[in-house]
């Protein structure tokens, strides 16, 4: 009886010891469980999706909540098309353990709150799909560790900030179908390990700078729906091992010719370059890339004959090079649709 006294004594004395050097500042379990109710409490209507956000649950069993695997605090936050509306509320930033942050696909509305620069080990942030507005937020670019951001189809406006361009890590860019202006910053080139880069949709001027087509680790380039104009940098896959698949660059007002540089891009899968001022003739190099099921060249000013090699691009599903002053267009034999913009990516 004693010795069961004095252990009862014993835990509460370190379990008052414990509550009482967890001060008041340290985060903690009931401050992510504090953080997701109000994130509930500022949604403008309450959405069936999160019915199960009940206090006499674990929050880690919460719909679209992850926690990491000793603690009981979150890691992943992913209420992508939970139907959802209201506006982002500052307490998100209390995650402070979040490394993906998944938004996006709801309705909400007014800008990123500051305080979400508070989740130092975020990794991905997705808030695509909304109706979010405001510039984009510069201190992103103090999340050392952000791999893939998206804030696709909002309505974003300004320019991208150069302090993003502090995050070396990134993956994913991904600011497409925004009202961003101004010049595509050459310090895009200093991602060197950026693999996806989606600015289409915006209102984007000037040339292309050097350096951005060449970064070896990129993979998909999208900035279709802009105004850019200029040559395409002819600095385009010269890397040692280019691994680019996918270059999206039509409706622009780009010149110049295609670069002959292109053909050293053997994963190339893609090439869209439709309803720009390209001249010049299409580069006998585009024939090698065995890979190329896209080669979309319709609405610009290319002339002279059409290559006979581009007969060897045996995975070609859409050929387009209409509305162009190209010679012999009919006495190619391909077996492949003259067709263009009706296949858009
Ligand atoms: C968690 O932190 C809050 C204050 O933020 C505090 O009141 C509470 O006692 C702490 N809980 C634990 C289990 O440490
Ligand atoms: C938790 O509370 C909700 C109401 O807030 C109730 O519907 C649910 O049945 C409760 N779950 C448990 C396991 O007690
Ligand atoms: C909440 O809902 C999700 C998805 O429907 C389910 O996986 C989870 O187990 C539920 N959690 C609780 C505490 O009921
Ligand atoms: C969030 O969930 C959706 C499916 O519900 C999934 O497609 C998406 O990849 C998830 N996001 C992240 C960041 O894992
Ligand atoms: C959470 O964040 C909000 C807004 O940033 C702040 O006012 C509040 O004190 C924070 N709560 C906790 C428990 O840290
Ligand atoms: C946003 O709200 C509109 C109008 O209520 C609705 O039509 C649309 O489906 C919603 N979008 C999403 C992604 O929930
Ligand atoms: C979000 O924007 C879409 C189209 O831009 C619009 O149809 C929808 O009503 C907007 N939703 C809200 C909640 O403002
Ligand atoms: C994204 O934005 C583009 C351009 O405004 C639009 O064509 C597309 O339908 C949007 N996507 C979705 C899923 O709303
Ligand atoms: C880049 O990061 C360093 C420290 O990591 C910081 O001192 C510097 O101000 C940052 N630059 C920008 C432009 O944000
Ligand atoms: C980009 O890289 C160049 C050359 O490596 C460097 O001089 C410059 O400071 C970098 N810019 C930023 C914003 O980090
Ligand atoms: C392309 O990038 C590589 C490094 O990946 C560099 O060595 C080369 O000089 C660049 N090409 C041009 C034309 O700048
Ligand atoms: C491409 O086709 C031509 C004939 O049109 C042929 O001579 C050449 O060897 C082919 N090249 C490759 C790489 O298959």
């Not at 009940?54 to 990491?68: D, E, H, L």
């Not at 950026?194 to 680790?217: D, H, K, T, V």
């Not at 295609?258 to 439709?274: A, V, Y």
Request: net charge neutral; with cysteine; aromatic share 8%.
């Amino acid at each position: 009886m004693e010795t069961y006294l004095l252990s009862f004594y014993l835990s509460l004395f370190i379990l008052n010891f414990l509550t009482l050097s967890s001060t008041q500042t340290t985060p903690n379990y009931s401050t992510d469980q504090q953080s997701l109710l109000s994130f509930k409490n500022s949604l403008t209507q309450n959405p069936t999706s999160l019915n199960n956000w009940s206090t006499n649950t674990s929050i880690c069993g919460w719909t679209g909540v992850s926690c990491g695997p000793r603690h009981q605090r979150v890691t992943a936050l992913n209420v992508s098309g939970f139907a959802l509306r209201g506006t982002l509320p500052p307490h998100l930033g209390n995650l402070t353990f979040l490394r993906s942050l998944d938004v996006s696909s709801n309705n909400f509305t007014g800008p990123i709150p500051s305080h979400l620069s508070k989740l130092r080990r975020l990794r991905t942030i997705n808030a695509g799909f909304n109706n979010l507005t405001g510039e984009i937020p510069p201190w992103l670019g103090s999340l050392s560790q952000l791999q893939h951001i998206h804030l696709n189809n909002n309505t974003f406006f300004g320019r991208i900030p150069t302090s993003l361009f502090n995050v070396s890590t990134l993956l994913t860019l991904d600011f497409g179908n925004n009202l961003l202006d101004g010049d595509v910053p050459k310090e895009i080139a200093n991602f060197s390990s950026l693999e996806r880069l989606n600015l289409e949709g915006n209102m984007f001027m000037g040339s292309l700078p050097y350096g951005i087509l060449n970064i070896s680790s990129l993979v998909d380039v999208n900035m279709r729906y802009n105004s850019l104009s200029g040559e395409i940098p002819n600095d385009v896959c010269s890397n040692e091992n280019p691994k680019l698949k996918r270059i999206i660059l039509y409706n622009n007002q780009l010149l110049g010719r295609i670069p002959p540089n292109m053909g050293n891009c053997r994963e190339l899968e893609e090439i869209w370059l439709t309803n720009n001022s390209l001249s010049g003739s299409i580069p006998i190099a585009i024939g090698s890339l065995s890979k190329l099921e896209v080669l979309s060249l319709s609405i610009n000013r290319l002339t002279g004959r059409i290559p006979k090699e581009v007969g060897n691009l045996t995975n070609l599903k859409t050929l387009g090079l209409s509305s162009n002053k190209l010679e012999g267009m009919f006495s190619v034999t391909l077996q492949i649709f003259l067709s263009d913009l009706n296949h858009s990516p």
